[in-house]
């Protein structure tokens, strides 16, 4: 059958699109509404594991090794969450934190 010779590849992301893609996933992390975080943080940990996987396609961009920002980042929001639940400000830090810890 005709689809049998049809070869699957996978996209490539230019680096500017993955850049773009990781700064939004990031920014998601902060957001007040608590399904968006957990879509971010579900996306950005399916990002890199599947970087394991498919590195000729996403791994360069998408492995922990390779996103500089984003153990930093997650960290930063755990350190600001906790100072925020301690004077139990209700504010886009303490949003930060809690996005970070279910990543």
Known sequence: PPSALVQTKRMKLSLEAATEIKHGLLRCLTDALSPIRGVASTAIARCCTAAVYLEKSMGIFFSVGNWVELVPFILH???IGNTTQQTSIDSMEQ???????VT
């Not at 949003?95 to 810890?101: C, D, F, P, Q, S």
């Open 77 to 79: 929001c755990v350190q």
């Open 95 to 101: 949003h930060a934190g809690i996005g970070a810890l």
